[in-house]
């Protein structure tokens, strides 16, 4: 079984940064990807960015060029640069990752910008 643990969220002014850090821990053999995905209250859970295991990146259109995914080398910990926050991510963000076509998710943690 893998566990995901999610830290670094925190309450933030609109335009500084955050970093979220996710430590993976279990038996990992076949991982395809992993990646951040955030809920807003009422709203459904969405993708932020999530890299494969070849290195490739994939983000959500409105965190492009804000936010940066990254990995270390041993694939048991992803990352999550935020930069220029705005309100609008502010959000329960859960860490993701997947393997033999099985989904993994951490309990979440949460960011919150204001004005």
């Known amino acids: 079984q893998v566990h995901l643990a999610e830290s670094g969220g925190g309450v933030v002014q609109a335009g500084e940064s955050l970093r979220l850090s996710c430590a993976a821990s279990g038996r990992i053999i076949r991982l395809t990807s992993m990646g951040w995905y955030r809920q807003a209250p009422g709203k459904q859970r969405e993708l932020v960015a999530r890299m494969t295991y070849d290195g490739n990146t994939n983000y959500k259109d409105s965190v492009k060029g804000r936010f940066n995914i990254s990995r270390n080398r041993a694939r048991t910990a992803v990352y999550l640069q935020m930069n220029s926050l705005k309100l609008e991510d502010t959000a329960v963000y859960y860490c993701?990752?997947?393997?033999?076509?099985?989904?993994?998710w951490g309990q979440g943690t949460q960011v919150t910008v204001s004005p």
């Open positions: 993701n990752l997947q393997q033999l076509g099985t989904d993994f």
